[in-house]
């Protein structure tokens, strides 16, 4: 019985110097998998390099499988076994860079130094590559089908003067396959279900994948089993495709990972494209962080060191790769690297957390969670603040401050405090049983619609009452109610307010609605009422769940809705009488200030020394725009996050 040899990489021979894997040739996908390894300087090559780059997940976090590398052992994971047979010439070698073959992979001590030295280089590696295999995983049932289906989409959405401007499918072929196509739906149950499949594979979903990708480019083969396609086009095709079939929850995740790679590669043409005359001065945006913290890695320092060289190429000065460092240590210095270089707040958007977090400064996002923002935006924590052009603070930026570990120096003004709130308890899921949901926010609406109309007998009060609880969608706009068609524009705003003020409505009719309210009440399941809630909570939710949806309009149905869609926003009313919404974390005395480099207003909450933590950002009437932003800005004051 023979001992077993294990292959141990040599030291390379200068920090500049890469591993390539030489995958020797084989008739058979059953002969064992041969390969060497050799060195190369990667100072000296230039695109195209002499190597490919494989894409891909490992799947288990040791290799269990072995290869033989140098005529000795070297155990790589099954998802890296696989990707290697499907890669496997039969009579040539190919030349690779696959990181779990050629970085040294063991723990501690010189491997560790080289896999940290390594990640350095890792944007360059795959940028100078040929071509850069994505490795799916393997085929399945319809996957053939699938990818036939996905290149016609691509296909489907040029002009069809376009479609031979490429040497692939003829004019004839693409009219046949868009023929069956447009006649599949008996088939697209097994096609959907494949397509939520592919979809679903983990390397959509995890960090490394996404800066070798995006630092390729087009230069992209993806390949599933057999089956392959160019990435430019499989990216078009997955897109289309989500609309056809009934996995949007699941789909969309992918689709927000597909819009940050290109967002990623905006950023980073616009880099290259910098005159050299001029500085380039990264922009904040914040598709790419949301998709970055929604990515999966085992280690959770590889949030941040498995786009490490996207970020530096950004211009952003960010830790280089140190397993040593804590995740607090390197999460802060990454948020105050981007606080700095981008001059912008804007990851605050991510800091809002529904429960406080002790190990992270208040004004660091936990990269190593998830925020969920995509299958049911309107319960996400950040994306009312998304794309609707505040500039609370006249556009201005962060500057270079004393730094000072766990504390952000900051200038700013303060507006009030928190004098009033409302608001029901956190809703993680739009799932399950809706109306004890809609109960609480119905409630949480009618206390401060009723503080509001007991404080504020101003009657131009309504424009801004209407602003802020709508103000998620400033696009809906109430129509005027017409006394003389009282129910049809039941659901208009000027009449849902009206409600909220039962008992004491101005013009709605309570008996008529008590009678509706009774009604609507008998047809519930028990289980779903309190028989001793107040009506006017009942009758609240039977306008939120389009209750005679047919008689009433499109803009007229659509504001309960969006009303009850930002159930995670309490509503609140400051001391100095502003009409607030904000993330249900906010409380009473938190102070509400601006800060230079926030788009929008935030909730503060002192500490007791002088110091504030961040609460969440908010949307404070009347201030969105700059109003309350001081000319002169010697009357900014010194606020300090911790």
Same mark, same amino acid.
């Given at each position: 019985m023979t001992n077993t040899q294990f292959y141990h990489h040599r030291p390379l021979s200068s920090p500049r110097f890469i591993r390539v894997v030489d995958l020797q040739p084989a008739r058979s996908s059953k002969?064992?998998?041969?390969?060497?390894?050799?060195?190369?300087?990667?100072?000296?090559?230039?695109?195209?390099?002499?190597?490919?780059?494989?894409?891909?997940?490992?799947?288990?976090?040791?290799?269990?499988?072995?290869?033989?590398?140098?005529?000795?052992?070297?155990?790589?994971?099954?998802?890296?076994?696989?990707?290697?047979?499907?890669?496997?010439?039969?009579?040539?070698t190919r030349r690779l860079f696959i990181d779990a073959i050629c970085i040294d992979q063991r723990e501690g001590g010189s491997s560790q130094e080289e896999r940290e030295q390594q990640i350095k280089?890792?944007?360059?590696?795959?940028?100078?590559? @040929?071509?850069? #295999?994505?490795?799916?995983?393997?085929?399945?049932?319809?996957? /053939?089908?699938?990818? $036939?289906?996905?290149?016609?989409?691509?296909?489907? !959405?040029?002009?069809? %003067?376009?479609?031979? @401007?490429?040497?692939?499918?003829?004019?004839?072929?693409?009219?046949?396959?868009?023929?069956?196509?447009? #006649?599949?739906? /008996? $088939?697209?149950?097994?096609?959907? %279900?494949e397509f939520r499949q592919v979809a679903e594979y983990p390397w959509f979903?995890?960090?490394?994948?996404?800066?070798?990708?995006?630092?390729?480019?087009?230069?992209?083969?993806?390949?599933?089993?057999?089956?392959?396609?160019?990435?430019?086009?499989?990216?078009?095709?997955?897109?289309?495709?989500?609309?056809?079939?009934?996995?949007? @929850?699941?789909?969309?995740?992918? &689709?927000?990972?597909?819009?940050?790679?290109?967002?990623?590669?905006? *950023?980073?043409?616009? &880099?290259?494209?910098? !005159?050299?005359?001029? /500085?380039?001065?990264?922009?904040?945006?914040? &598709?790419?962080?949301?998709?970055?913290? #929604?990515?999966?890695?085992?280690i959770p320092q590889d949030k941040i060191f498995g786009i490490y060289n996207l970020i530096t190429q950004l211009g952003i000065d960010v830790p280089e790769p140190d397993y040593s460092m804590t995740e607090a240590d390197l999460y802060e210095k990454t948020t105050r690297a981007i606080i700095l270089a981008t001059g912008s707040l804007g990851l605050l958007m991510l800091c809002t957390r529904p429960d406080s977090d002790e190990n992270l400064p208040s004004w660091v996002p936990d990269?190593?969670?998830?925020?969920?923002?995509?299958?049911?935006?309107?319960?996400?924590?950040?994306?009312?603040?998304? #794309?609707?052009?505040?500039?609370?603070?006249? !556009?201005?930026?962060?500057?270079?401050? @004393?730094?000072?570990?766990?504390?952000? /120096?900051?200038?700013?003004?303060?507006?009030?405090?928190?004098?009033?709130?409302?608001?029901p308890p956190y809703i993680e899921m739009l799932d399950g049983d809706t109306y004890p949901r809609f109960y609480a926010f119905a409630d949480a609406c009618r206390r401060w619609c009723q503080r509001v109309a007991s404080s504020s007998p101003d009657p131009n009060v309504m424009d801004a009452v209407r602003r802020t609880l709508l103000f998620m969608f400033p696009r809906v706009?109430?129509?005027?109610? %017409?006394?003389?068609?009282?129910?049809?524009?039941?659901?208009?705003?000027?009449?849902?307010?009206?409600?909220?003020?039962?008992p004491d409505c101005a013009f709605l009719n309570v008996a008529d609605l008590m009678a509706r309210a009774e009604r609507h009440r008998q047809s519930l399941n028990p289980r779903n009422w309190d028989p001793q809630m107040d009506p006017s909570v009942e009758l609240i939710s039977l306008i939120f769940n389009g209750y005679d949806r047919k008689r009433l309009d499109e803009p007229q149905n659509e504001i309960p809705y969006t009303i009850a869609s930002s159930a995670n926003y309490a509503l609140m009313i400051l001391d100095t009488g502003h009409f607030v919404r904000g993330f249900y974390g906010c409380k009473q005395n938190d102070v509400v200030a601006l800060l230079a480099g926030s788009e929008v207003p935030v909730a503060l909450r002192p500490d007791g020394s002088g110091r504030c933590k961040f609460v969440a950002p908010?949307?404070?009437?009347?201030?969105?725009?700059? %109003?309350?932003?001081?000319?002169? *800005?010697?009357?900014?004051v010194d606020i300090v996050l911790v």
């Amino acid at each position: 019985m023979t001992n077993t040899q294990f292959y141990h990489h040599r030291p390379l021979s200068s920090p500049r110097f890469i591993r390539v894997v030489d995958l020797q040739p084989a008739r058979s996908s059953k002969a064992p998998i041969k390969c060497t390894l050799s060195e190369v300087d990667l100072d000296s090559l230039a695109f195209p390099a002499p190597y490919e780059a494989l894409s891909y997940v490992w799947g288990d976090r040791v290799g269990t499988i072995p290869v033989m590398c140098h005529d000795k052992q070297l155990l790589v994971t099954p998802n890296c076994r696989d990707a290697l047979l499907q890669l496997r010439k039969s009579s040539r070698t190919r030349r690779l860079f696959i990181d779990a073959i050629c970085i040294d992979q063991r723990e501690g001590g010189s491997s560790q130094e080289e896999r940290e030295q390594q990640i350095k280089l890792i944007g360059q590696v795959y940028a100078k590559a @040929a071509k850069v #295999n994505i490795w799916l995983g393997p085929s399945r049932k319809f996957t /053939s089908r699938l990818f $036939k289906l996905m290149k016609v989409m691509h296909w489907r !959405d040029k002009p069809k %003067e376009h479609w031979f @401007a490429d040497p692939g499918p003829l004019h004839a072929v693409v009219k046949r396959a868009i023929s069956i196509h447009d #006649n599949m739906h /008996s $088939k697209s149950s097994s096609l959907g %279900e494949e397509f939520r499949q592919v979809a679903e594979y983990p390397w959509f979903t995890r960090t490394w994948t996404i800066q070798e990708q995006v630092l390729a480019g087009d230069a992209c083969l993806v390949l599933c089993g057999n089956q392959q396609m160019r990435w430019v086009v499989f990216r078009s095709a997955l897109d289309s495709l989500r609309f056809l079939f009934d996995f949007s @929850a699941i789909i969309n995740g992918t &689709a927000e990972n597909l819009r940050s790679r290109i967002a990623l590669k905006y *950023e980073l043409n616009r &880099a290259s494209k910098q !005159d050299p005359a001029t /500085s380039y001065e990264p922009t904040f945006n914040i &598709a790419i962080w949301m998709a970055t913290r #929604n990515l999966n890695s085992t280690i959770p320092q590889d949030k941040i060191f498995g786009i490490y060289n996207l970020i530096t190429q950004l211009g952003i000065d960010v830790p280089e790769p140190d397993y040593s460092m804590t995740e607090a240590d390197l999460y802060e210095k990454t948020t105050r690297a981007i606080i700095l270089a981008t001059g912008s707040l804007g990851l605050l958007m991510l800091c809002t957390r529904p429960d406080s977090d002790e190990n992270l400064p208040s004004w660091v996002p936990d990269w190593s969670t998830k925020i969920s923002t995509i299958a049911f935006p309107d319960l996400g924590v950040i994306n009312p603040f998304i #794309n609707k052009d505040y500039d609370s603070a006249k !556009d201005t930026r962060v500057t270079q401050r @004393a730094i000072q570990q766990g504390i952000l /120096s900051l200038k700013g003004v303060i507006i009030g405090n928190i004098d009033f709130l409302s608001g029901p308890p956190y809703i993680e899921m739009l799932d399950g049983d809706t109306y004890p949901r809609f109960y609480a926010f119905a409630d949480a609406c009618r206390r401060w619609c009723q503080r509001v109309a007991s404080s504020s007998p101003d009657p131009n009060v309504m424009d801004a009452v209407r602003r802020t609880l709508l103000f998620m969608f400033p696009r809906v706009s109430a129509p005027e109610y %017409e006394a003389q068609q009282s129910y049809d524009k039941f659901a208009s705003f000027d009449a849902w307010y009206d409600l909220m003020l039962y008992p004491d409505c101005a013009f709605l009719n309570v008996a008529d609605l008590m009678a509706r309210a009774e009604r609507h009440r008998q047809s519930l399941n028990p289980r779903n009422w309190d028989p001793q809630m107040d009506p006017s909570v009942e009758l609240i939710s039977l306008i939120f769940n389009g209750y005679d949806r047919k008689r009433l309009d499109e803009p007229q149905n659509e504001i309960p809705y969006t009303i009850a869609s930002s159930a995670n926003y309490a509503l609140m009313i400051l001391d100095t009488g502003h009409f607030v919404r904000g993330f249900y974390g906010c409380k009473q005395n938190d102070v509400v200030a601006l800060l230079a480099g926030s788009e929008v207003p935030v909730a503060l909450r002192p500490d007791g020394s002088g110091r504030c933590k961040f609460v969440a950002p908010l949307y404070v009437d009347g201030i969105m725009f700059g %109003e309350a932003w001081p000319e002169d *800005e010697s009357e900014l004051v010194d606020i300090v996050l911790v």
